[in-house]
């Protein structure tokens, strides 16, 4: 089956520049979720999207931004990059069908 | 709002031994609860979920969990640890479809020969 895709799985930035993650849902799937993971910490909510429109904010920064396609896929902008923004950043989709959220490997950010 | 607890940062159960691993809930409505599991630097796998029904929910791998509402509780348990076990243990709660996911602090599970 086909699960949530996230590009890149790696990447690595230096302070002040900026990344852009992206997330592709399970087909069919209308809402994405984005958590931030830091180092030995557990997943944090940062911001979802259904249907295209911002639903919940969570501990999102100010430096980062994000949004949802008309494909439904979302990418995630962070700009002026901290070292502390190192983590691994999960998207996760679901639809009314699906209680649970679908959570995809995650791209692990590195700052320098 | 929403919270999870999660008791024991780490927790280490021989080889074939049972696995009990503990979660206590806040939620201000009905909860859907979850556990994860994740294996060093991989994802997180859903293992089992309790929307509504029966309070006895059985998940992949052996694992399972009791909803219990007059305790707040949501214990993970598995009668005969193996070794593949071994990763970290996420309780995750969430007050209904579309919501955001809250998780627990995780526990991880040291299995010894």
């Known amino acids: 089956a086909a699960g949530v895709i996230q590009s890149p799985r790696h990447l690595i930035k230096e302070k002040r520049e900026t990344a852009t993650l992206k997330c592709y849902p399970i087909?069919?799937?209308?809402?994405v979720y984005w958590y931030q993971q830091g180092p030995g910490q557990d997943p944090q909510f940062l911001i979802s999207f259904y249907e295209k429109m911002q639903s919940d904010k969570g501990s999102i920064p100010d430096r980062f931004s994000a949004q949802q396609f008309s494909d439904y896929h979302s990418e995630l902008n962070m700009s002026s990059l901290e070292l502390g923004d190192s983590a691994l950043y999960f998207c996760?989709?679901?639809?009314?069908?699906?209680?649970?959220?679908?959570f995809g490997p995650g791209t692990r950010l590195t700052v320098t | 709002a929403q919270s999870v607890t999660q008791l024991g940062s780490h927790v280490s159960v021989s080889e074939g031994a049972l696995v009990l691993l503990r979660c206590n809930y806040s939620?201000?409505?009905?909860?859907?609860l979850f556990w994860y599991v994740q294996y060093p630097n991989q994802g997180l796998q859903l293992l089992l979920k309790y929307t509504t029904g029966a309070t006895l929910v059985k998940g992949i791998n052996g694992f399972e969990a009791e909803f219990k509402k007059s305790e707040t509780s949501f214990h993970l348990t598995k009668p005969s640890a193996h070794m593949s076990d071994a990763a970290e243990y996420f309780c995750?709660?969430?007050?209904?479809?579309?919501?955001?996911?809250?998780f627990g602090t995780g526990t991880k599970l040291q299995v010894i020969p």
């Open positions: 996760a989709s679901s639809n009314k069908r699906a209680y649970e959220q679908y």
């Open positions: 995750a709660v969430s007050e209904g479809g579309y919501q955001k996911v809250t």
């Open positions: 939620s201000s409505v009905p909860p859907y």
């Open positions: 087909p069919r799937h209308d809402t």
